[in-house]
Nanobody, 126 residues
Framework: QVQLVESGGGLVQAGDSLRLSCAAS????????MGWFRQAPGKEREFVAY????????IYADSMKGRFTISRDNAKNTVYLRMNSLKPEDTAIYYC???????????????????WGQGTQVTVSS
């Protein structure tokens, strides 16, 4: 059974940085792309970033480009989200997600992903 466990969230000030981690287990991590999403209070869950199984291909939501970096360490079965220049509007619960489809594949929508972590809260104060 696939399990995803996020960590690294917290309360920071505007302009600060955070690195989120997502540890995966239950299958061969390096065979699958991964994604990050977030959900702010009262809003729909939205796409943040995608990374291919190899780590060579990444996609970001427009509002995160240049500030957020997704990466992965297949030896540690972990995907990361580095967030710089945080803004109050980045306040949300951040979720990592994994698809059931392996190999070459791109997903930027919730429905593209099958497995979800429990989320980690990020709060950015002004």
């Amino acid at each position: 059974q696939v399990q995803l466990v996020e960590s690294g969230g917290g309360l920071v000030q505007a302009g600060d940085s955070l690195r989120l981690s997502c540890a995966a287990s239950g299958r061969t991590f390096s065979d699958y792309a991964m994604g990050w999403f977030r959900q702010a209070p009262g809003k729909e869950r939205e796409f943040v970033a995608y990374i291919s199984w190899s780590g060579l291909s990444t996609i970001y939501a427009d509002s995160m480009k240049g500030r957020f970096t997704i990466s992965r360490d297949n030896a540690k079965n972990t995907v990361y989200l580095r967030m710089n220049s945080l803004k109050p509007e980045d306040t949300a619960i951040y979720y990592c997600a994994a698809p059931s489809r392996r190999g070459i594949w791109i997903g930027t929508k919730q429905g593209d992903y099958t497995y979800w972590g429990q989320g980690t809260q990020v709060t950015v104060s002004s």
